[in-house]
């Protein structure tokens, strides 16, 4: 396993690692803020309906239209929000990449690496919009992506709180925290290797984080403060010295706010 790590005396090749990082990077950047910018702009038009027409399913029943807007909703959403917290992971890659072999073949398999990655996501996303349709044709979400049960807000926000101290919460959060290890664990060579890391990862991370994108479904799906607020939290969340501490602190806050909303519906 120590052989994937890079070696000093290797080359640098045509670029050099510090270009060959700006690359890297400027493509994450360049990614998540496109993604970013169809968010505002979609937040924008909920609160600006009588200017614009915005591209998104009404009060009717969805048809597959509607579902595959709302399926690009979530999708970009997921890139904006989860890019930022695999930087990390993309870069180190990138670097072990860049020294054993040319750069050409080092930024290609580092985006096949954010591709897999974000495959996983784009799963979830599916998923999510399945779970939005059904709410929808209960009537348990308004116009504005706002659930209307306080009694099942209530629960997701308390499974959410509860999971954040469950052994598999805290097992895909050991693999989201240490990339290295990561990467020396499931390393593959080759571009059909880069892909699999990246599901790989894509999984764990998806296994760490997927019941606090449900938060949404309580707060607002387009609600920008909160995927902001989450956004900020996954990343803290894995990258902060005391991050299992502070999954644990927020998983007690979760439950408690869970409990207060379903209690006051119960009034």
């Known amino acids: 396993m120590a ?9 640098e090749g045509k670029l050099g690692r510090p270009a060959s990082r700006a690359v890297v990077i400027g493509s994450i950047v360049s990614v998540t803020l496109l993604a970013w910018v169809y968010l505002v702009y979609q937040a924008w038009a909920m609160d600006h309906m ?5 591209a998104m399913p009404g009060n009717h029943v969805w048809g597959p239209w509607d579902l595959a807007l709302v399926f690009t909703m979530w999708a970009i959403m997921m890139t904006g929000m989860m890019a930022p917290s695999v930087s990390l992971v993309v870069l180190l890659f990138a670097r072990i990449q860049h020294q054993r072999r040319a750069q050409g073949q080092s930024f290609i398999a580092s985006w096949l690496f954010l591709f897999g990655y974000l495959i ?3 799963g979830f996303s599916l998923a999510a919009t399945l779970v939005q349709w059904g ?5 348990l979400i308004s116009p504005a992506m706002v659930g209307t049960s306080p ?3 209530g629960a997701v926000l308390i499974a959410a709180g509860v999971y954040q101290w469950t052994p598999a919460k805290h097992a895909c ?4 925290r240490s990339p290295l290890a990561f990467l020396l664990n499931e390393w593959r060579d080759g571009t059909s290797g880069a ?17 606090l994108m449900l938060v949404l479904f309580v707060v607002g799906v387009m609600n920008l403060l909160w995927i902001a607020l989450l956004t900020v939290f996954v990343l803290l969340e894995k990258t902060l010295p005391r991050g299992l501490w502070v999954s644990r602190a927020s998983g007690g806050a979760l439950i408690t706010w869970g409990g207060w909303m379903a209690s006051a519906a119960l009034v």
Do not use: E, N
Request: glycine fraction near 8%; charge should be positive.
């Open 3 to 11: 052989s994937i790590l890079p070696s000093a005396t290797k080359p």
């Open 50 to 54: 009588d200017l614009v027409d915005m």
């Open 120 to 122: 996983v996501w784009t």
């Open 135 to 139: 709410m929808h044709a209960a009537m």
């Open 151 to 153: 009694l099942l807000g």
């Open 173 to 176: 959060l050991a693999r989201c």
């Open 195 to 211: 892909l699999v890391m990246g599901l790989r990862h894509g999984l764990y991370c998806t296994g760490c984080c997927w019941l």
